[in-house]
């Protein structure tokens, strides 16, 4: 099949970037795809395509800009301009934009697409029935909650008229088909990106490192841990350095910034700006505890995925649907209460001061990685797209006869 996939791609700063080169990867490595189509957001440089193995051939055709009104149309004229055989689009509510009518345009597209006749699935990361608003970072005043939920809703609407709805935890499902007795959506794991050889779970030589991986300054907050940390060094001797990694959300600008300045006294904190692709391995790998410092959730985590493929041991709020996913795939970690400092310092300390306990859990975590890999995730949408067609043609041939007796009767 010759798919194309909707989404923003590397070098791209806009969200699900990450996620759309390991599906590209993936794909492009399925043998039933001959020809991957990607339609992505506008980038000053060129698309990140240097895969190792040899796959299919890929064509770029950049079409859509992050609150761009015109999106709809130009991601249509895309896919008029290629004639794929199925669309997959990668999505989340602010995928086009984070202002109400760029954002409500783009995911109007799925809609468009499957009226064309065009095998659409959509994939989509979170829903916002499980979003709590304020949060994340999308406002504090109840009445635009509710104007927000409404907009959601019809925005929901609009995606579920993909042929399949694909989401990643089955909680999605669960309240999909309750609240909008939809029977068009399929739980697809979210997956791991990489299943690396499995690590020797050995730390480098020098202070052990306590990191968290991000877009940082609506739900993810680095204060708690900063303060955390800094609570355990006034009670044990551990050698700690404090790595924050990624940058600002698009919603909070200046956020790390704002957070350097206010954490300017504290020793051995790193703030290491975006990371590149080719670094992703040995920020994990360097790391005795990835920490998840969430104040909400909003949807699938790929950092957690990430971790489980290189062997981390995950410090993590039990809250929502990060909560469900680690017990639907099989992590383990030490939770703690998002609004205690102490809570932190406590499930920290105990992976940090306990070699054998750090191992145990980034030994778990690995082996939940590795049962859900990439390559499975892609096949899994292969089949989907498959099962379409067949859906399609069955119909096409029960109503053949019906079409050529109108035809003989229109003609007698």
Same mark, same amino acid.
């Given at each position: 099949m010759k798919l194309a996939i909707v989404t923003a791609y590397p070098p791209s700063k806009v969200t699900l970037t990450e996620y759309a080169y390991y599906l590209v990867k993936h794909f492009r490595l399925q043998k039933d795809v001959t020809e991957l189509i990607l339609i992505t957001d506008y980038t000053d440089e060129p698309k990140d395509l240097e895969f190792e193995e040899a796959g299919c051939k890929i064509t770029v055709k950049e079409s859509w800009k992050f609150n761009g009104y015109t999106n709809l149309l130009s991601i249509n004229k895309a896919i008029s301009e290629t004639k794929p055989d199925g669309v997959l689009y990668n999505l989340q509510f602010l995928k086009f934009g984070d202002k109400k009518i760029p954002a409500a345009l783009g995911l109007m597209s799925p809609m468009v697409t499957k009226y064309r006749g065009i095998p659409t699935i959509s994939l989509l990361h979170n829903i916002l029935e499980t979003v709590d608003l304020e949060n994340a970072g999308f406002t504090k005043n109840i009445l635009l909650q509710k104007?927000?939920?409404f907009i959601g809703s019809t925005l929901t609407r609009f995606v579920l008229s993909?042929? @399949?709805?694909a989401v990643t935890i089955s909680k999605y499902v669960e309240i999909l088909e309750k609240k909008?007795?939809?029977?068009?959506?399929a739980l697809i794991p979210h997956g791991s990106f990489e299943t690396p050889p499995e690590p020797n779970y050995q730390l480098p030589n020098g202070p052990k490192q306590v990191m968290a991986f991000g877009k940082f300054g609506t739900y993810k907050k680095v204060e708690i841990l900063i303060e955390a940390v800094e609570l355990i060094r006034s009670r044990?001797?551990?050698? @700690?350095? @404090?790595?924050?990694?990624? !940058?600002?959300s698009p919603n909070t600008p200046g956020y790390l910034d704002d957070m350097k300045a206010k954490y300017s006294h504290v020793p051995q904190i790193r703030f290491t700006g975006y990371v590149a692709? *080719?670094?992703?391995?040995?920020?994990?790998?360097?790391?005795a505890v990835t920490v998840f410092p969430y104040t909400s959730t !909003?949807?699938?985590?790929?950092?957690l995925h990430q971790a489980g493929s290189y062997g981390n041991a995950v410090v993590l709020p039990d809250l929502g649907d990060l909560s469900i996913l680690v017990r639907e795939e099989g992590y383990v970690g030490e939770f703690f209460d998002p609004t205690s400092t102490a809570s932190l310092a406590d499930a920290i300390e105990k992976i940090i001061t306990q070699e054998d306990y750090r191992v145990q859990l980034g030994k778990i975590n690995y082996k939940a990685a590795c049962s859900l890999p990439m390559s499975e995730i892609t096949r899994m949408?292969? *089949?989907?797209?498959?099962?379409?067609e067949k859906s399609k043609l069955e119909r096409f041939e029960l109503e053949l006869p019906k079409k050529m007796s109108e035809l003989e009767e229109q003609q007698a």
């Open positions: 104007i927000y939920n993909s042929d @399949i709805l909008y007795n939809a029977r068009n959506v044990v001797s551990e050698n @700690i350095e @404090i790595v924050i990694a990624g !940058t600002d692709e *080719e670094d992703v391995p040995s920020l994990f790998g360097e790391s !909003t949807g699938s985590s790929g950092v949408y292969v *089949e989907y797209f498959a099962a379409i």
